[in-house]
């Protein structure tokens, strides 16, 4: 006992030394645009990204990620910052073109990589369509934060963002049913396909609109900015945890958590004081895992 004990606090050590690296790499990075004028034009993102390139290209691994920790970890908070500080005005504004992009264009993305796979790289359809499924819900974090520090327009960013943060729902469906269609559990049909993303969706949106109202009149009862702040985080990854386990997509879950938390709870629950302060702390998070995952 005493032995895994030991062996656990080495591994445990281990790891705090690498993410300490990982994130004193990425502190450097962020200030060489202060030291070099010329390091100004790339942005910070985009620097990460090619430190890491180099990292690996001279196979030094700063942290040793799986994909299990990326999805549990590092994507709730990352969805829920960009959820928080999406307007519920200019979503509902560019809602027809954003269910298109995350519907419409997934499929054609799914196809598209299929096709090529397929006929360049001589995949079996099967195998191609699940590879396309699987890379066809991309995570735009880079380009918006690009977005924003070249100053584009707002509207483009929201669709940018809404078009990410609502197609898993399709893409979760389209990778199950391709999975299910070899094993025969499942039948390529119309009718079933719809069930089943309108199933995956309905579940994150009813957790993630139970939690984000209930948190949301939770926080009148008292004015504690940081009981508060903290109840967010919780949201958060609670949110995701028991979406996944119902069924549904812990990404919309999270979303639909943030978009109330942020249009609706931090309205009627937090005062400006508060709602700066928890603001300023997911754009702290949203940085470290970002610092994190791309370094």
Known sequence: MALESATGEVVIAEQLKQFLLALSISLGVATLPQIFSWFRRIP?????????????????RLVNLSPELILVIFLPPLLFEAAWNLKWSNLKRDLLPICLYAVVGVIISIAGIAFGLNLFAGLE?????????SLSATDPVSVTALFRELGASKRLTTLMEGESLFNDGM????????????????KLELQSALLEFFQV???????????????????????????????TLVSAYSTYLITEDLGGSGVIGVVTTALILGNFGSRIGMN????????????????????????
């Open 44 to 60: 910070y993102t985009l620097l990460l990204v090619i430190v890491g390139l180099g990292l690996a290209f001279v196979n030094v």
């Open 171 to 186: 893409a979760v469906v389209a990778f199950s049913l391709l999975v299910a269609l070899p094993l025969g559990t499942a």
């Open 272 to 295: 400006p004081r508060t709602r700066i302060i928890v603001t300023e702390f997911w754009e702290f998070l949203a940085f470290f895992v970002n610092s994190i995952v791309f370094c």
């Open 125 to 133: 359809l099967s195998i191609a369509l699940l590879i396309g499924a």
């Open 201 to 231: 969706v309905s579940i994150g949106m009813g957790v993630g609109g139970l939690i984000g109202f209930g948190i949301s009149y939770l926080t009148q009862r008292f004015d504690l900015p940081l009981v508060e702040q903290s109840l």
